[in-house]
């Protein structure tokens, strides 16, 4: 089991809520193997600041020590609470491996002395890795790591959503735009008004689907009368009827 003692602050009775105001809870899953080498106190408290960040713990046989998904996107986590000196190759080994596996991985690793902090930027250096590959999260004890690993995973879970919303955003501006230019070709047509016109957008939808569309078919899918409906089939058939000029 690590050395809890100095690197844990006491817990407070409540934990803190940072993600709450945004909505944007998940699923946290942690190893089983990591959670065994931990304190049983430093468990507690990542479950009661899971609960007040409506995240669901479950404990799982994963490789990394975290993954958590949130906001459709999942993270993942390594997190170091005892940073020997003396063998850090296992834990820079390892990274590299899950590298690889997961293209969300962030590292914390809880360094409270300047003997750690100096090995850890000595070793960072000696063992090659790439800046931001995966991205290394320097902490001075447990309590702060695992605040900023739930963080790191909630920023990431809100660009995804709002990067999603984005997307929606855009969608719905085309499709207001595909309607206001079918609203204004059919409008076009002698004797087709705008309730005509958005009663064939909801039936039809284009404009292609539309100059296909037989008188009969209009008649059967919208309330268009039996003239209406001859008109608009012999706009689209009828070069003579489409290249004369509209009467108002």
């Given at each position: 089991?690590?050395?809890?003692?100095?690197?844990?602050?006491?817990?407070?009775?409540?934990?803190?809520?940072?993600?709450?105001?945004?909505g944007c809870g998940g699923v946290?899953?942690?190893s089983n193997l990591w959670r065994d080498e931990q304190h049983p106190s430093f468990i507690h408290f990542i479950s009661s600041?899971?609960?007040?960040?409506?995240?669901?713990?479950?404990?799982?046989?994963?490789?990394?020590?975290f993954i958590f998904n949130c906001g459709g996107l999942?993270?993942?986590?390594?997190?170091?609470?005892?940073?020997?000196?003396?063998?850090?190759?296992?834990?820079f080994s390892r990274i590299q491996k899950l590298k690889g596996q997961f293209g969300h991985l962030y590292a914390v690793v809880t360094l409270p002395t300047k003997e750690q902090n100096d090995?850890?930027?000595?070793?960072?250096?000696?063992?090659?890795?790439?800046?931001?590959?995966?991205?290394?999260?320097?902490?001075?004890?447990?309590?702060?790591?695992?605040?900023?690993?739930?963080?790191?995973?909630h920023a990431c879970g809100v660009c995804k959503q709002q990067d999603a919303i984005s997307k929606m955003k855009v969608e719905r501006e085309k499709s207001v735009q595909g309607?206001?230019?079918?609203?204004?070709?059919?409008?076009?047509?002698?004797?087709?008004?705008?309730?005509?016109?958005?009663?064939?957008?909801?039936t039809i939808g284009s404009i292609q689907a539309l100059s296909r569309a037989s008188k009969d078919y209009i008649l059967e899918n919208t309330d268009l009368s039996a003239d209406k409906a001859e008109i608009i089939s012999s706009?689209?058939?009828d070069k003579n009827y489409y290249l004369s000029p509209k009467i108002n």
């Open positions: 089991m690590s050395n809890f003692g100095s690197k844990f602050r006491q817990s407070p009775a409540k934990a803190p809520s940072i993600v709450s105001n945004a946290c899953m942690m600041f899971l609960n007040a960040n409506s995240f669901r713990l479950n404990i799982v046989p994963i490789a990394p020590d999942s993270v993942a986590f390594v997190f170091v609470t005892n940073w020997d000196c003396n063998n850090v190759s296992p834990i090995s850890f930027v000595r070793s960072y250096f000696e063992y090659g890795m790439e800046f931001g590959r995966p991205t290394f999260v320097p902490v001075r004890d447990l309590e702060m790591g695992f605040e900023k690993i739930v963080q790191i995973a309607m206001d230019a079918f609203i204004r070709v059919v409008m076009s047509i002698p004797g087709i008004e705008n309730h005509d016109a958005h009663a064939l957008h909801q706009f689209f058939r």
